[in-house]
T-cell receptor, first 111, second 114 residues
């Protein structure tokens, strides 16, 4: 079945350093890919989505490219801030609109 | 403004009791979803629905039922609650069936089964 695997956390970084959270997926279909962010006590919220292969999504300085050949969708940010501390989820939507999430990656940014 | 509202926000139940978690969306979305969130497991899909009267099993449906009586409302029912169902439950709604609109999540319900 469909699955999503992402970097195991926690990931601890200093402010101003770069971030990469790896995400790989398995599906026999043509998925839409998402990155969500979750802050403590809240529900996950969409960071951005990419519906088509070889396209890039971005928001708030975060970006990811839908790499169909490598079945990857890695999240990157050039310079993290303390306010970026949160849990990040990679997800895919299959052709039946079922949404599957990875296990989440906790990011801790130290000032 | 698009919204997904869950109730209750917190619930304590006894083992063997019946629990109903409710979800309401004002987004006119066709699809609705129930997930549970546990440390180390991320978000796991329990049940989902394509519209009023429709319910489908997700990855972990055992011990749960779902009901979608209207476009706006989607309930998750635990007929005989067990301590292993202690978790945080999230409801989400999304567009569909072909536009893959990203699901919008509620704030969650924290359930403790004693």
């Amino acid at each position: 079945g469909d699955s999503v695997t992402q970097t195991e956390g926690p990931v601890t970084l200093s402010e101003g350093t770069s971030l990469t959270v790896n995400c790989s997926y398995e599906t026999k279909q043509y998925p839409t890919l998402f990155w969500y962010v979750q802050y403590p006590g809240e529900g996950p919220q969409l960071l951005f989505k990419v519906p088509k292969a070889n396209e890039k999504g971005s928001s708030r300085g975060f970006e990811a490219t839908y790499n169909k050949e490598a079945t990857s969708f890695h999240l990157q940010k050039a310079s993290v801030q303390e306010s970026d501390s949160a849990v990040y989820y990679c997800a895919l939507s299959d052709n039946n609109n079922r949404i599957f999430f990875g296990d989440g990656t906790q990011l801790v940014v130290k000032p | 403004e698009a919204a997904v509202t869950q109730s209750p926000r917190n619930k304590v139940a006894v083992t063997g009791g019946k629990v109903t978690l409710s979800c309401n969306q004002t987004n006119n979305h066709n699809n609705m979803y129930w997930y549970r969130q546990d440390t180390g497991h991320g978000l796991r899909l329990i049940h989902y629905s394509y519209g009023a009267g429709s319910t489908e099993k997700g990855d972990i449906p055992d011990g749960y039922k779902a009901s979608r009586p209207s476009q706006e409302n989607f309930s998750l029912i635990l007929e005989l609650a067990t301590p292993s169902q202690t978790s945080v439950y999230f409801c989400a709604s999304g567009g569909g069936p072909y536009n893959n609109q990203a699901p919008l999540f509620g704030e969650g319900t924290r359930l403790s089964v004693l």
